[in-house]
Nanobody, 121 residues
Framework: QVQLVESGGGLVQPGGSLRLSCAASGSIFVIGTMAWYRQAPGKQRELVADIASGGNTNYGDSAKGRFTISRDNAKNTVYLQMNSLKPEDTAVYYC???????????????WGQGTQVTVSS
């Protein structure tokens, strides 16, 4: 079994910052790309940012210049530093990991349960 557990969400004022964390645990052989997605009410889930195992990053348009994704491979953890937050960043943020649970087993996508981020004054 594999678990992705997010933390760090909450209520923040516009212009503020939050740091999300997501730790993967369980039967993990190797983790490839890790990512953050978000879903606002009535909208489709969208990519916020992803990071390959080697550190290459990719950002959605809404995150460029404000958010930074990073990871600690030794801890199987991915982070999302969010600065200059706006009300339109309000959403449930989901962690995603593309990983394999055993040698020779094809990797699959795993999701966390989500953490709420609310940006409001």
């Amino acid at each position: 079994q594999v678990q992705l557990v997010e933390s760090g969400g909450g209520l923040v004022q516009p212009g503020g910052s939050l740091r999300l964390s997501c730790a993967a645990s369980g039967s993990i052989f190797v983790i490839g790309t890790m990512a953050w997605y978000r879903q606002a009410p009535g909208k489709q889930r969208e990519l916020v940012a992803d990071i390959a195992s080697g550190g290459n990053t990719n950002y959605g348009d809404s995150a460029k210049g404000r958010f930074t994704i990073s990871r600690d491979n030794a801890k199987n953890t991915v982070y999302l530093q969010m600065n200059s937050l706006k009300p339109e960043d309000t959403a449930v943020y989901y962690c995603n990991a593309f990983l394999s649970t055993a040698w020779g087993r094809p990797p699959s996508n795993y999701w966390g349960q989500g953490t709420q981020v609310t940006v409001s004054s």
